[in-house]
Structure formats: structure tokens, C-alpha cells
């Protein structure tokens, strides 16, 4: 009865520090409203494309939590299934030091894979934290549930992959952990090798259900898998691709990860990053000799950690090197091995003081990144409204011009123009949905309809700049804010914003 209170006691204290750091690290975008760029589209009911991408399962999730992309909801709802998460990895490997489990919420909290979602793609930052959970409660299933565990963790990576599919990155990686972990443990290695095949086969059913039930999605719905970004048309053939190339760049990408990773300070956190790699190394080494395995489970051991960061970076390598930091969230599971790594030391403990205070200022820079990139995004977001209120002002004074009715074509791109500049001092902060960007929260054709209709409520009717673009009267046109840059052509207003 004790032990229940004790374990309860423990899953409310996880639940209370991972909205602590939600809150320090984001809370600035959950309490503002700030849109941009795939965030531009602020009501989401048009899921064609997500089911053309495999995530057939979103439009049903969004059923449930409403089509509006309320940020403080999302927030809500983002670290309340990331706190059951953390809660389900704890009980996994039964991580019962308070540093520990508060260390492990910080980095699974604030991170620039889950910053990066909210400055950009906020309205599916919540299914990404529930694909997660899904991820953990996949691995826990199947370790604990002893009769149909495995039927269990078969539904959740389908589940999974029909929200978001690279959080299958996450069991396969919290797979690995386990299994490292027993090793380490000194079991029998025939049943570690007999639970390797089975975990292996399991993922593979996972994934061939998935498939089989996306095809039926597909067929039923008339929609077909794009070809485009984030496709997974295509994913798992290797023609004309040799395989050693892509192993040596799929770990060399998740070398790089962490010698450079996307955070403030970060060549100085690409040295912290190399020292807790080494204070790994050196605590299995220490445990190994400790421990006394044998050699069959050195063995094991040592084939485990060498196809660990291909299990971490296991998207990397099916998608043949199409990736970007919203799909790398399972990077951050490395933190979790080097805590259970150090979970049992004594407080006192060199190691262990050491390996925390590099954590602590990892989370510190990781605080410090978020906040000046959701200020960015705030500062850009201003700027837009700045200049398509003045654009709106000048189509309005277009003879012939009537709100509504006449369609207007938006020429080029705000972030390419003559008003766009780099503001100093934000170089640093780059990302997905950053740093390919010029300061202006419209990005592509489509974000200027969202913007204009759902974000400033304008009524608009708005034809694609492109097929505008080279005709003779659009390319005599200077771009915006010169007198000429607004034009009636053909009964369309045309805006050129850049050339």
C-alpha cells in the first residue's frame, strides 16, 4: 500500500515539473497568438493531404480536439500527454531519483524539436506528444502486459504511424535502451537475444498492419499517397541507393545532431554533448567491469550500443535521408539513457554531479533557445500584419476594386522582398520553419489566404501568384511598396511583393 502511495506521489511530481519547464520554456507562445507559416491555417479541416502523407488517423484525433488551433489548449493538451509519457518511461526503467526524473522532464520538455513544432506547426504539436505517449505505452505493453502485451504494442505502432510516423523512432529506440539495460543486468543471454527477435518482429507486424490498413484508408477515400515533402511513397525500396552510404550518413547525421545541435550556444553545447558521451561510455565500461558479464553479453552489449544510434535515427534511414528536426525527437532518448546510466549512484557521486550539471546546462541554453525563438516569431508575426494591412489598403484603393468579389493574385514573396530583413541578433536561431525565412510569418502562396482570411478575417478570394508571374504587364511591375506594385490586370488585382 505504501509503495502504491509512494508511486502516485511520484507520477503527480512528474506530471507538476513537466508543466513547470512547459511553462518556462513555452509558455510565451502558449499565452500569445502567434501564427506562422504551416500555422498560417489556424482552422484545420481539410485533411486530404494529411491522409496522402499516411496519418490517417489525424482527421479523427481533430475531431475530438477541435479544428481550431488554440495555442494554450494545445499546450494543455501537449504536456499532459507528454507528462504521461515521462510517467510511463519512469515506470519502464523504474527511475526513482528525484534529480533524475526532474532532469528527464526538463530535456524531454523543452527541446528544439518541440520548439520548433510550436513556432510553426502548432496545430499538430499536441498529436506529436501523443504519438509519443503512444510510443512509450507501445515499449511498456509489451515488457509488462505479460499475455497480450504484444497485440497491444502492434495496435499502438499502428496508432502511431497514422498520427505521425517518425515517433516509430521512439519505440524502436526505447526498445534498445531496454534490452541495453538488461544486458547490463546480466541476464540469461538467450532470452535477451529470443526478446530481441521477438521486439524485432513485433515492429515489423506493426508496420505491415499499418500498411495494410493505410491502403484500405486509401482505396476508400480516393486519395493517393503524395509524392511530395514528408512522403512515405517510396519509403522502404533501396533502388539505386547504396545501403553503406546510407548507414555511414545515418549515423553521421546523428553525430552531427549533437556536435551542432539546434539550441542557444551551440557549439558550446556540442562540447557539453561530447562530454556526457563520454561520461557514457565510461560508466558502461565501469558497470561492465563491475558487473562481471559474461562474454556472450559483452557481446550483446557491444552489438546493442553500435546499432543504437541507427535504432535512434531509425527515420533517417527508411526515409533515405529526408529528414529535419520535427522527426528527431527520439535524439533526446540519449539523455534518458546516460539518467538511468547514473540513476543509481549515490548523490555524492562525482560522475553524477558532473553528468547533472552538464544536463542543467543543456536545459538552460534549451530555455534560453525557445524563448528568443518564439520572440522571433512574435516580431515577424507583427511585422506581417504591418505590411498586409498597408497591402490591403492599397488594393482597396484599385479602381474597379470591390471587397469579396474581385480576385486579387499575390505575386513572389514577402520574405524575398524589398521590405524583408534579417534582424540582428537572431542569426543564431535556426530550425525547420526558421531560418529559410526572411521575417515575415507568409512563407508560400497558401499562407497569404489563411492570413488574410482566417488571421485578419479579410474576405478574400485569392488565385494562385504563380500563374500571374510572367506575364509581360506582371514583369514591368515594381514590387511592393512602389506606386506601380498594385495593379488591375485582366480583372484581377495583382500585388507584386517581390521579383
Known sequence: MVEIIKERINYIFIVTITFVFGFIGHGYIYLNGIFSHDASRIFQNDFSFQISLGRFLQPIYLWFRGYISAPFLIGIISLSFLSLAICVIVKIFNIKKTSSIILLCAILTINATISLGNASYMPWSDIYMLSFFLSTVAVYSYINVKKYGFIITILCIVIVCGLYQPYFASIVALFIIYEIICIMSNENDKKIISDGIKEIATLLIGLLLYYLVLNVVLKTTGISLSDGSNSINGVGTFRDISLIQLIINTYKYFAHSFIRPITYHHNFCGLINIMIFILIISRVIFIVKNRKLSISNNVLLFVSLMILPLGFNIIYFISKGSVHELVTYSFYLVYLFAIILIDDLDKHSVTKKIQIFLLFLLILNNIIYSNQLYLKKDLEFKSTLS?????????????????????????????????????????????????????????????????????????????????????????????????????????????????
Do not use: H
Request: aromatic content about 14%; proline content about 3%; glycine content about 10%.
Open 387 to 499: 505590411v498586409m494591412t498597408r497591402v490591403i489598403d492599397r488594393i482597396e484603393q484599385t479602381e474597379g476594386y470591390e471587397v469579396g468579389v474581385t480576385p486579387i493574385a499575390i505575386v513572389g514573396d514577402l520574405n524575398s522582398s524589398a521590405l524583408s530583413v534579417k534582424r540582428f541578433g537572431f542569426s543564431e536561431i535556426v530550425g525547420i520553419g526558421v531560418d529559410d525565412f526572411g521575417g515575415y510569418s507568409t512563407t508560400y502562396d497558401l499562407t497569404y489566404y489563411w492570413y488574410l482570411s482566417e488571421i485578419l478575417g479579410y474576405p478574400v478570394t485569392l488565385l494562385s501568384g504563380y500563374e500571374f508571374k510572367n506575364l509581360s504587364e506582371v514583369v514591368e511591375m515594381d514590387v511592393f511598396p512602389s506606386s506601380n506594385s498594385v495593379k488591375m490586370i485582366n480583372g484581377v488585382v495583382v500585388v507584386k511583393l517581390s521579383y
